[in-house]
């Protein structure tokens, strides 16, 4: 899948996501929130996900966008499609550095004085170099998803792809090819930040580091 194909799928993910949510998440309660799910982000992320990835086949992975807050309790904050080099979710296509970048925006859109950086060949976003406030993308189990209490009912995540497969088509069609994605080796790219060690920490606040706000 090149850029403009992977663009293209995004547009298309982003405009069939609102009417998708009214379809396949009426009536479902956040677990989180004791409160009725809306959309994509209110915690059916992890649904548009699974549903994709069945759509698009062997080439997907679902992962999920890790947060490390001040009192050192790392989370699954997000929960996105990757296919090759390219992440999905209602908004759309994003790069690796977009989806890290996009937990540096507040709600309001201030950024919160995080630095993106390189280590180990991914991305991850820190503030102030310091073991709080981080965010990576990596791999999740059904155990991490019982823990944040996310919601993933089989019968919803089944009627979602069913509407995918309606209004996206076939794969091909999108540039997506059956090769199988690479797991088992990046499960939590970069390991919890308090693992980390000072060196590493060090290291990374003398770097050429991109982006630094």
């Keep these: 899948m090149n850029g403009e194909q992977a663009t293209r799928l995004g547009q298309a993910i982003k405009d069939l996501s609102p009417e998708a949510a009214v379809k396949i998440l009426k009536g479902l309660i956040s677990a989180n929130y004791k409160r009725k799910i809306t959309d994509f982000k209110d915690g059916g992320c992890y649904i548009l996900a699974r549903a994709l990835a069945r759509w698009a086949g062997p080439s997907a992975e679902v992962l999920g966008l890790w947060v490390v807050d001040g009192d050192f309790e790392d989370g699954l904050d997000h929960v996105v499609l990757r296919i090759g080099d390219w992440f999905f979710d209602?908004?759309?296509?994003?790069?690796?550095?977009?989806?890290?970048?996009?937990?540096?925006?507040?709600?309001?859109?201030?950024?919160?004085?995080?630095?993106?950086?390189?280590?180990?060949?991914?991305?991850?976003?820190?503030?102030?170099?310091d073991r709080h406030y981080c965010a990576w993308v990596g791999t999740f189990t059904s155990g991490d998803l019982r823990k944040q209490r996310y919601r993933y009912p089989p019968d919803k995540i089944y009627a979602l792809q069913a509407f995918v497969n309606e209004r996206l088509g076939k794969p091909d069609r999108w540039g997506i090819d059956r090769t199988p994605a690479l797991r088992g080796d990046e499960s939590k790219f970069y390991g919890a930040p308090d693992e980390w060690s000072s060196e590493e920490f060090d290291a990374l606040k003398h770097s050429d580091v991109e982006n630094r706000r």
Excluded: Y
Excluded at 101 to 120: F, H, I, P, Y
């Design 90 to 129: 209602q908004d759309g296509a994003s790069t690796e550095r977009e989806i890290v970048e996009r937990w540096r925006q507040n709600e309001d859109g201030a950024v919160k004085g995080l630095v993106t950086a390189m280590r180990g060949g991914r991305i991850v976003a820190c503030a102030r170099f």
